[in-house]
Structure formats: C-alpha cells, structure tokens
C-alpha cells in the first residue's frame, strides 16, 4: 500500500482533532470568562527502514490556552464581578482541591454558599458560607458584604473575602474547565497564595475571549484541509486499483 496513504490519514485525524477544539471555543463564544483552547500541529518525518525522506506524518500539539483578556460587559447585577489584571478567582473542584477561573457570575445557592456555576468559592478558611435570604454585595477587594436575618436584619455584616490569586506561572486547563498551576517533581498540584492587591469591578462580567468571526473561518478552513487530505486518500486508492489492474491484464 502506498506511504501517501498513512500521511494522508495522520494529516485527517489531526484536522479532525483540531476542528473539535475550535468546535468548543466557538460553542463558548458567550461564556463568561471563558480562555480559547489554542491548537497546533507539526510535521514528523516517518521513520522506520525504507521510509523516503520526503515522507512526513503530522502530529498534534496543544500549546495551552490564549489567555489575552476578554470585553468587560456592564450588568449592573450585585453579584457579577469582573476580574482585573491577571486575577483568577479560586474555586473548589469536585475532586475537593482548589482551582481557578476568570467566570464570575456569582450567586447564592440554596445550601447558602456562595457558588459559581455549581461550584463553591474559596474563602479566608474554605469555601464561603452565606446566610440563606441575605442580600449580598462583592467590593473592590473581594469582601462580601451583606445585609441578612437576625437580630438585626438592616446591619451590614462582613461575610469573608473572595481568595483572589495572580499566578506567575502560566496555568494548565483541565477536563474540567478550571485551571491548575503545574504539577511539581512528586505530581504534586500545589494551591497559590493569595494576592491582597489583586482587585474586581462589581455588576460587571468579563466575556469570552474567542472571536466569533476568527472561529469560523477557522473552522471553515480546517474543514477544507480534512477534504484535502480525504481527497488524497482517495486518488491513492483509485492509483493502487489502476496499477492491479495493469498487473492482471499483464499476467
């Protein structure tokens, strides 16, 4: 079988890969915070005995995340908040450990935790409690505050502060969406400090910052590659036929 064919197939997988990946970011256009998935591939040359030097696989590499910062919209809601800089919020994981991410849609569960999209907001000491019924404001700093049932239902009570953290190491996206610093030597993922300067804008959100437009002609394009390569595939395959054939009318 011609070694056009396994080149041909590398290059499809790869355009099919890639196009999952600017499937997602385009399916995230309006997701708040949300950091485009970068995506890239690289010419291998094939080895093994009898492999010309002019044949080539491709195989993919993920570079990480295109973090430049997305449009800050104005909501007016007491409970969005966009981040400044390069802040990350910290969340807690399903698995338990802390995680970051630039989503800050706040709200209020009906277990009294301050969640963001299902997932508890870490705090001074862990995820944060709010009383059930209180009306919650977030300042520039992260501290909430809040005006709750009681004794004393009009008193504004302070109810912790949002852990804000700015990593000087670039983070890792995980399956879950949230990003994590690199694992240590050990594997090891180890929580950042947080950063006392680090500072948001109430009743704002900062959006995705994946273009629609550069999304689809990306898609566009990658869907021209797959065809190309399908296309090769295809005419090796009628040649190996043809060459058979010529074999069985000489024999």
């Not at 890969?17 to 950091?35: E, K, M, P, W, Y």
């Not at 804000?164 to 969406?177: F, M, S, W």
């Not at 900062?206 to 005419?235: C, F, H, L, P, W």
């Amino acid at each position: 079988m011609d070694r056009i064919l396994y080149t041909a197939m590398s290059g499809a997988k790869q355009s099919m890969d890639q196009q999952a990946v600017v499937s997602h970011n385009l399916s995230n256009v309006s997701t708040a915070g949300f950091r485009a998935q970068l995506h890239a591939m690289r010419a291998v040359p094939v080895q093994g005995e009898g492999a010309l030097p002019t044949r080539v696989s491709v195989a993919a590499t993920t570079p990480g995340s295109d973090f430049s910062p997305g449009p800050i919209n104005h909501t007016g809601r007491p409970m969005d908040v966009a981040l400044e800089g390069d802040a990350w919020i910290a969340v807690q994981a399903d698995d338990g450990t802390e995680a970051y991410t630039r989503r800050g849609d706040l709200e209020v569960d009906g277990d009294g935790l301050v969640t963001l999209v299902g997932r508890p907001v870490i705090g001074d000491g862990g995820p944060i409690v709010v009383p059930l019924g209180a009306s919650v404001s977030v300042g520039a700093d992260g501290t909430l505050s809040g005006i709750g049932e009681g004794e004393n239902p009009e008193a504004l009570v302070d109810m912790g502060r949002i852990k804000l953290v700015t990593p000087e190491q670039t983070l890792l996206r995980g399956a879950d969406g949230l990003f994590r610093p690199a694992p240590d030597a050990d594997g090891e993922v180890a929580a950042l400090p947080a950063d006392e300067n680090a500072r948001v804008a109430s009743g704002a959100l900062e959006g995705s910052n994946v273009s629609a437009i550069e999304a689809m002609v990306s898609m566009i394009d990658v869907a021209r590659r797959y065809e190309m390569q399908m296309k090769v595939i295809s005419t090796a395959d009628e040649n190996a036929q043809r060459a058979n054939n010529l074999l069985s009318l000489q024999g």
